[in-house]
């Protein structure tokens, strides 16, 4: 297994005592440090009690003493005046009142592996669903790929739905066929390059228990099935049977197959509604139907799909309905109104409509973000996380019927005492037409007529109200960045819903191409998303804001291709850090041939394919970089290392980062989950950006640092200095 590989210009770093706390982390006790960036909590869960209006949510929390995270079950009283801990673990997951009933239930491992519990108010716990086979999960040896953000963990049961009269529990269980060493062949050769290890082979088990009656056997699917393992099968509950998703044998299948469970018979056939289209939960209406948003002559519309094939038409939208990062519908029983969670694409940050049976709608909105909403099985009082950019969660009570937003409980934690930022959202409109979203970050001591270095921070679609969100942030300190004096521009990539060419781009990446030649799809996504930063620079230079001469880019995961891109095709940014990516690489094609076909037209060897490769693959454009280009790793992704060594190869000043899991048998993951990975990874960004952006060099106890960035400082590049853009 390739673990610990060495180059001659990477670091490995190692593990630092994470009690130790720098000078900046105790100096300001109102200010931002990495410290207080740490102790920012992650709220995963929000459930609340329809019996006495009690509220239970879930925290994930770093764990500085432990270096590792934790979960913590607090339980608010209902005048919101008591905010206690009453179950913490290694894992908690789908926390839920359970129907009927004063109890919550959740996912959690309280040292038999990751089991389905009954939680009481005063704490008591007891199981509800206990598989005595667990199954390893994480980036670890033995393991099959589970979770972005933590430790390796054995997993019994991985799923669970009750019906809303709580009845029925639908659950899954994982497990590991006999790990038994077997010569591989093709496509499995293909996924463990992936894994850089053969992985075991894994299934999911799914059950329908009814009261104390012995539970039924469901489907029985292989962990390849994205819908059975990591979507809980979609459930959708009639009165005498289950509607649930299943994946088809194409991993590659953007399809979902639906089945029927009747309670009677005990057997499964196909679902009289046919197949969805695609990976989320049923949105359901006032009248029972599901709720979709569909073009029609060129304007979005929001409608009600019947069972008899009838439609509602409810009126333009321009709102996504119950995004991944803040799912969420609910429907009272008599069909009078539903509400659903919703992304309001224009702003971007989240809210709740209201659809009413009669087809009026309302937003139920604040000026930032309601998340994680929770409501009572009446739809008409409910609990959600109120949030934006500088504002720290608080939980709020929400009425449906008059939209009132009241304050239940602060979640502010070792940040209340920060005086907050400044965050103005902006709106940036870029050369091809196209708007994009985002906000600035204002430094500390701003004075008007001063201009800033600048940090552009990307994510593609993270950058909206919500606090100190990982998936945006990464291991950027953007609050440091702006205690120390730089300008931070979150920027989102410009937003598909606008338009129906872009929406019509991403629908051709999603299925493998055939609509669209790639250098059209190239054009519309990452250089579309390139000009939107062209008009942040550019706008905000020409405010005085920004030294456009100071400009650096950071971006994780899909900004990792924004960044790489970025600094290939434009003389835009002086430093760069890209954090776990690799997409768009040639390395990449093995486990992304579906994509790559649309990008890309083909695998890397078709020489029918090879302009477009040279077109956009940032290591084929390695020579046009201008800027000093950091990345950091989780993983030595094969992609990753050929951009690092194309770069170097050009004379480029470049450094790539591994930061390693717990032991040598294990990964850091994408989203780091190791606090002390963090706090360096952080740390080394700062100065990154520092040194390149204000000519500041790394502190004394990093001198090794000092003398090999001053060295790619004095070194002369072996490529032409030019950069080039795109047509």
Known sequence: MMRHIIFATAIVVAAMPPSLARAEDVEQPSRWTIERILSIPEIKDVAVSPADESVAYVARRSNLTLDRPDYELHLVSADGRTDRIFARSTWLDRLRSIPNSPDWSVLADFGHGVQLYQVSNNGTHRPLVVSSVTALVGSADGASYGFTNTVPLR??????????????????????????RKVSTNELVTAASALRRWAPEQIVRYFLRTGSNPALPVVTRSSDDKIARYLGALPDWGVDYLDYGIQGDDRNDPQVQRLRFDFRSGRSSPAPIGSAANYRETVVGPHGGTLGVARVDGVRRLSEHLPDGQSIDYGPTTASLSDLRSPGNWRSPDGAFAIVAVRLNEQPRYALLRIDRGGATKLIQVPESLTHCAFTPSATDGVCVREGVVMPPQLVRVSSSTGAISPLHALSGPFASVEPLRAEARTWTNDLGYKATG??????????????????????????????????????????????????????????????????????????????????????????????????????????????????????????????????????????????????????????SCSYRAVYGGPPGDPAAAANYAALTPSYRARFANAAILQQVAEPRPGAIDFFQALRAAGKPAEITLYPGETPASDETHLFHVPSNRRLAMEENLEWFDFWLRDMPPPGHQSERRKRWEGMRQKPTAGPLSSTSHP
């Open 439 to 592: 906000f600035i970050l204002y430094p500390r001591h701003y004075q008007p007529g001063s201009r800033y270095p600048a940090i552009l921070v990307t994510h593609g679609s993270d950058a909206d109200q919500r606090f100190g969100s990982e998936d945006l942030q990464w291991s950027y300190p953007v609050q440091l960045f702006a205690e120390k004096g730089y300008v931070v521009l979150l920027v989102n990539a410009p937003y598909p819903t606008q338009s129906p060419v872009l929406e019509e781009a991403i629908a051709d990446w999603n299925a493998c191409g055939d609509r669209l030649p790639p250098r059209e799809l190239q054009r519309r996504i990452w250089l579309n998303t390139l000009e939107a930063f062209k008009s942040v620079v550019q706008q905000t230079s020409r405010e005085g804001l920004v030294d456009a001469a100071r400009v650096g880019i950071a971006g994780y995961s899909a900004g990792s291709q924004a960044a790489n891109v970025a600094v290939t095709q434009a003389d835009l940014f002086k430093a760069a850090s890209s954090g776990d990516g690799g997409f768009l690489e040639p390395a990449s094609y093995r486990y992304t």
């Open 155 to 180: 997993f019994g049961v991985v799923s669970y739905d009750w019906s809303p009269d709580g009845r029925h529990l639908l659950y899954a269980t994982l497990e590991t066929k006999r790990a038994a």
